[in-house]
């Protein structure tokens, strides 16, 4: 078959980010992309791409420079998760998550706290992760029932969180934890060391896709944290959560648009190398009517969560923009990865092409980071103000 289609030509703000983005495609061709079907099927994490990607100072790209970020805006930064989640889903991802986990601590940490554990975080190889979810609470996150107690000049964290990436395998997690009343107003933020006593992971979930990426459950059986691990004020934790999921929402849209993008150029490669009836099958109109739609959703995706991303930089309000790049970018994922299986006939429904990966892995898009019948929700929220009761 012909080779992957041509880069995304991109449109970037400065002669660094232009660098950045080849750096990336050079670390996604030679590092990732080679061995992700087969570390996938085996449900292997690649922990030493992530050191690699830590080292090249590609980890912390949207966050300060004084603390060892990039100081890219979310334009640029949403580019280097879609090159990523293009090569390898697990990677794409697994930075989106880890720059989520560290979201609470960049933006609402004291001083003090930001100059001894955000160098470490964003560029010293350690990895994140974020803990919102719990078994019973999903899209109702704020009747989350984990629970932080004073213990003397600290906190003593109990409960069980629920569909946690990297879950077993994190340097640190941050956790949202009732430390007051019922509802959202009782939640507060702590920034837990990965190797705390009273911290355990459960076994990964069997998942259809992302194998490569582990998803547990994580336990915290008493985990005393000192009240410098504590992150904002007492009983905004909730607040804290929704404003990353805002900009955890746009690296999902990214992540999307990735799949997409590497389904597409399958398609597009396979269809120009098949022949049927004596020409390439891309030469039946039916066809290329397909790919010009898929090719066509997918640029409005990566126009919408660009948008979003640039009234982010601005400072400007971009929470309905942010759920409407996550809805349409990962609905798009899903539509555009079923259409290359087709496209590819018997060969695609195979584990020897990857389109069949590609459409299991971008399933959970539509899942992760709020599901998109809750993002129709806070859209709706934005249009016609909140539901009555």
């Not at 791409?49 to 080292?55: A, D, H």
């Not at 009343?181 to 990964?204: H, K, Q």
């Amino acid at each position: 078959m012909p080779d992957r289609a041509q880069p995304v030509d991109r449109h970037l703000p400065t002669d660094e980010a232009r660098e950045l983005i080849s750096l990336v495609r050079d670390i996604a061709a030679r590092e990732i992309a080679p061995k992700a079907a087969e570390e996938e099927d085996a449900g292997r994490f690649p922990r030493e791409v992530f050191t690699l990607l830590s080292r090249s100072g590609l980890l912390a790209l949207p966050y300060a420079g004084e603390y060892g970020g990039g100081d890219q805006p979310y334009e640029v930064y949403l580019q280097v998760l879609e090159e990523l989640a293009a090569a390898r889903l697990t990677v794409g991802l697994g930075v989106s998550v880890h720059s989520l986990a560290c979201y609470a601590l960049a933006a609402h940490g004291t001083k003090e706290q930001q100059v001894e554990r955000l160098p470490a975080m964003l560029g010293g190889g350690l990895l994140g992760a974020y803990c919102l979810s719990e078994p019973s609470s999903g899209s109702d996150a704020a009747s989350l029932r984990t629970r932080a107690v004073r213990d003397g000049d600290g906190w003593a964290i109990t409960g069980t969180k629920a569909w946690i990436t990297h879950g077993g395998i994190a340097d640190f997690y941050t956790v949202l934890a009732r430390t007051g009343e019922p509802g959202a107003r009782g939640i507060t933020a702590f920034l837990v060391p990965g190797d705390a006593e009273g911290l355990s992971a459960a076994a990964p979930e069997r998942k259809m896709g992302m194998k490569g990426s582990p998803t547990a459950q994580i336990h915290l059986d008493g985990v005393r944290v000192p009240d410098d691990r504590r992150i904002g004020e007492e009983g905004q934790g909730f607040a804290i959560a929704l404003a990353a999921l805002d900009s955890g929402r746009l690296g999902i849209a990214a992540c999307a648009i990735g799949v997409a993008q590497a389904a597409l150029d399958e398609a597009v490669a396979y269809a120009a190398g098949r022949r049927q009836f004596g020409r390439p099958i891309a030469d039946f109109q039916g066809l290329r009517f397909l790919l010009a739609d898929m090719a066509t959703q997918i640029e409005a995706g990566r126009a919408l969560y660009l948008a979003a991303a640039r009234l982010r930089d601005a400072g400007l309000p971009f929470a309905k923009q942010a759920a409407m790049a996550k809805l349409h970018c990962t609905d798009t994922a899903m539509k555009v990865t079923i259409d290359a299986v087709q496209i590819l006939g018997g060969y695609g429904y195979t584990a020897d092409f990857p389109a069949e990966r590609y459409l299991r892995e971008a399933k959970v898009l539509q899942i992760v980071e709020g599901t998109n019948q809750i993002q129709r929700m806070v859209i709706a929220r934005h249009l016609a103000g909140p539901e009555t009761r």
